[in-house]
């Protein structure tokens, strides 16, 4: 989008109430009973969103109210029959007829009542002329229609006027005589323009406004619809007519000094003719951004940018950057900003022209405010990591800036010199990581969380209980939890179960992850609560996990900042965390996302290898993998040192059992086979040429099991035991081949030798395992976790065997 394209006029429609009438579906028109000629909505009863529970009172039918369930007319009566609610409703009933009340002869005048439905003329005749019943006068054949006497002066009135003296019907001269009576001075035009109708049952009267309020309201209502959001009729009437009391032009120019609810649904027509009428265009011309009208959720707010040239430029990152993102847009991007403010604001305060000259800035402004950055962070107003983080992403937005072309003449960022940049050198390193899992919560943690699960059934509900578990056992993200369909289980081939996901942030949709058959279970109990509780919705729009409010037909998922909301609740409910060396785990460490990095760090921990832990994860890149989890030196160096004890050469013969610890070379050298030593499917070679050649070149063909140079160890016997049976399923598959020369045949079978001699490595590696004590196995099998999570496999043409995927899942109560 070109700068002269943002500055233009947004396309906005030249009359804006035709404008949002089509965008209203004639559909829906006709759903909500609009009639354009009366300019009168009229509610279905039945309406999800738009109905209303009936009053309970027989025959009445009216909106009922909370505190009762009886319509307004019905508590009076109550109140005036001194009786008990269930005597009254048991002896009272209410013969009500809605519409305008006609004459029943026929002439359009105003009956007197429902039960006397006659105009006072033709009562008079009834009662003192002819003297007989309603039902009698009716049926007389002399019995006419006289002529009316016009409908009600009030603007907003649709009913006939009670006599020829007077130009109102009959409610509303009671309404002129008491209000004349307090105000005599009272301008009868003015006031039969701004009085509200008489309310009827379903009714609600656009008449005596603004063409462009009319077309607002009905506008809103149906895009409140189309988002589940329910609108009463007692608080839509109310709206309706303190837009016609203070004739006002459009919604966003009412006032109300209502109460709470009455201001939201004011705001929330007020934002959506705002969304409607707005553009990208239109939106780029201000400080604050509505996300919904870029297709995301959200605001973005650039106040803190004082430069204009800087904000318009940071402006025109953000219009070119939002189409590429998904998910959680504001809060993403809304960092972005924060990061270029603190350019903003050290420019501000140590700039001569406070940044406001773009050709006088340069390399010096750089420094100054790299300088600033660590002198924050050495006043603990800024962490290490934030510190980095801000030099690193500046760096980046200011080379997006110029690759967008802002530096050409007529862009914000014209004049701007080529060493006002940041150099990679300019950015902090990132500090060593040390033994802490990074962000994965500790497996006590993880229990204990576990453990109060329950509690979070009493503070929530079950959606959110739910929403947990699976985060806790799938390791997706919050918002892919949050927006699970209902079909999202499927069983595979082989029976194991599968849950099906969209991955939001990388826009891959359908997604399978393997689960257990647990996580299937409660899966399974969460889609028969979800159909029970939304029936009629079809399962192809049915949420798995619904949100509790503005959700009638449960096509809403959960909301990912209210997830976090509950979750932080029900950590900082819980005692303190306590861990089993007595430390106390800081709870605000303890968020949803943290449970993606547990379920990284677990995995890693029993020894799946990083390119099934990426699938698993739904990576790209193995190095973005890699940063989920982690495994301090201090744990490596003790698995290594527990691993090398056990080592085994090609006869089963232990090897370094009398050593106890190695030396820091040593250690590295069998922990990543770098030096002395090259990494082999299932074991370590020390041929010298094989290793110089970084394992290549093996004179040998790489039999390993009958080399001297060949070293192995328990952690190995996964590789070793899927070796053997494929050397057994070669021997067998060329006994059994036809078409082979004898020649071809010896050379293609394995030997008797080879295989017996990988069945003793076994059969050694077992039988030394077995002679451990159940500490020693226990601190073994977690070594051989460690130095396995971090090996890769080695493709020298010999068999590979991906091992199972442990089953995981933390079992609760």
Wanted: proline residues 6%.
């Amino acid at each position: 989008m070109t700068l002269a394209a943002l500055h233009s006029a947004p396309p906005e429609a030249d009359d804006p109430a035709a404008f949002l009438w089509r965008l209203v579906p004639s559909e829906f028109l006709a759903e909500i009973g609009w009639d354009a000629q009366l300019q009168v909505l009229a509610m279905p009863m039945d309406h999800p969103l738009l109905g209303w529970t009936p009053c309970k009172t027989a025959d009445c039918g009216s909106p009922t109210r909370a505190r009762t369930s009886l319509c307004q007319s019905c508590e009076h009566s109550l109140a005036a029959s001194g009786q008990d609610q269930d005597a009254f409703l048991a002896a009272h009933r209410r013969n009500r007829r809605f519409g305008v009340d006609r004459c029943a002869v026929g002439c359009p005048r105003p009956w007197r009542s429902s039960r006397v439905p006659l105009c006072e003329a033709h009562l008079h005749q009834q009662r003192f002329i002819h003297k007989v019943s309603v039902e009698e006068f009716l049926a007389r054949p002399t019995v006419a229609p006289l002529p009316g006497f016009g409908q009600c002066k009030v603007l907003a009135c649709d009913r006939f006027r009670l006599g020829r003296q007077h130009g109102f019907c009959k409610a509303h001269r009671a309404r002129w005589r008491q209000d004349l009576r307090a105000d005599s001075s009272l301008d009868e035009e003015t006031w039969c323009r701004l009085q509200s109708p008489v309310p009827v049952l379903n009714n609600v009267t656009l008449r005596g406004l603004s063409p462009l309020a009319s077309a607002q309201i009905v506008h809103g209502v149906y895009e409140r619809c189309r988002q589940g959001l329910k609108t009463p009729l007692n608080e839509l009437r109310p709206l309706v007519n303190e837009l016609r009391r203070q004739q006002s032009a459009s919604v966003d120019d009412l006032n109300t000094e209502r109460g709470q609810r009455a201001r939201c649904l004011l705001e929330s027509f007020q934002r959506v003719h705002r969304r409607a009428m707005s553009s990208p265009a239109s939106e780029f011309l201000k400080d604050t951004w509505d996300l919904h009208v870029f297709g995301h959720s959200g605001w973005l707010r650039f106040g803190q940018i004082t430069q204009p040239w800087l904000r318009q430029a940071v402006k025109r990152w953000a219009i070119d950057d939002l189409p590429h993102r998904r998910g959680s847009v504001g809060a993403t991007v809304q960092c972005h900003i924060a990061y270029m403010a603190k350019l903003s604001e050290s420019l501000r305060l140590q700039n001569a022209a406070q940044g406001l000259d773009i050709v006088a800035l340069g390399r010096d402004d750089i420094v100054q405010f790299t300088n600033r950055l660590a002198y924050l962070e050495s006043r603990k107003d800024l962490t290490a990591r934030l510190r980095q983080q801000t030099c690193r992403h500046v760096r980046r937005m200011l080379t997006r800036m110029r690759v967008l072309g802002l530096t050409r003449a007529g862009e914000p960022l014209e004049g701007l010199a080529p060493d006002f940049a940041l150099r990679e050198e300019d950015i902090p390193r990132e500090a060593e990581r040390g033994d802490e899992p990074g962000r994965a919560l500790p497996l006590e943690v993880v229990r204990i969380l576990c453990d109060a699960l329950p509690l979070l059934g009493s503070m929530a509900s079950r959606d959110f209980r739910v929403a947990i578990e699976l985060l806790i056992d799938t390791g997706r993200r919050p918002d892919e939890i949050c927006q699970l369909a209902w079909d999202c289980l499927r069983q595979d081939k082989e029976g194991g179960w599968v849950l099906i996901y969209d991955n939001i942030k990388e826009q891959r949709l359908g997604r399978e992850l393997p689960i257990t058959a647990a996580t299937a279970k409660i899966i399974q109990e969460q889609q028969q609560a979800a159909r029970e509780r939304f029936p009629n919705t079809a399962s192809q729009q049915l949420k798995l996990l619904g949100r509790t409010l503005r959700n009638h037909f449960g096509l809403h998922g959960l909301s990912n900042e209210t997830l976090t909301t509950k979750h932080r609740d029900w950590v900082d409910s819980l005692p303190p965390l306590i861990m089993s060396n007595g430390r106390e785990f800081p709870k605000q460490d303890v968020i949803p996302y943290s449970h993606r990095h547990t379920y990284a760090q677990r995995h890693a921990d029993a020894g799946v290898p990083i390119d099934v832990l990426s699938e698993l994860m739904d990576h790209d890149s193995l190095r973005v993998t890699q940063t989920y989890y982690r495994v301090g030196e201090a744990r490596r160096r003790a698995a290594v040192d527990q691993v090398a004890r056990h080592q085994l050469d090609r006869h089963g013969a232990p090897v370094w059992r009398e050593v106890e610890t190695l030396i820091d070379g040593q250690r590295a050298r069998y922990a990543r086979h770098a030096i002395g030593k090259v990494a082999v499917p299932f074991g370590g070679c020390t041929e010298p040429s094989n290793v110089q050649a970084g394992g290549g070149a093996c004179p040998f063909r790489w039999q390993c099991g009958g080399c001297d140079h060949f070293r192995t160890d328990p952690s190995y016997l996964p590789e070793l035991k899927a070796y053997l049976d494929d050397l057994r399923r070669t021997k067998e598959r060329v006994l059994s081949a036809t078409g082979l020369d004898e020649w071809a045949r010896e050379k293609a079978i394995p030997s008797e030798q080879e295989i017996e001699r990988i069945k003793n490595l076994i059969s050694r590696a077992e039988d030394h395992l077995d002679h451990l004590s159940e500490a020693e196995r226990s601190e073994l099998e977690e070594a051989i976790a460690l130095v396995r999570r971090g090996r890769r496999a080695v493709p020298l043409g010999m068999p590979q065997v991906r091992p199972p995927t442990s089953d995981l899942r933390l079992e609760r109560p």
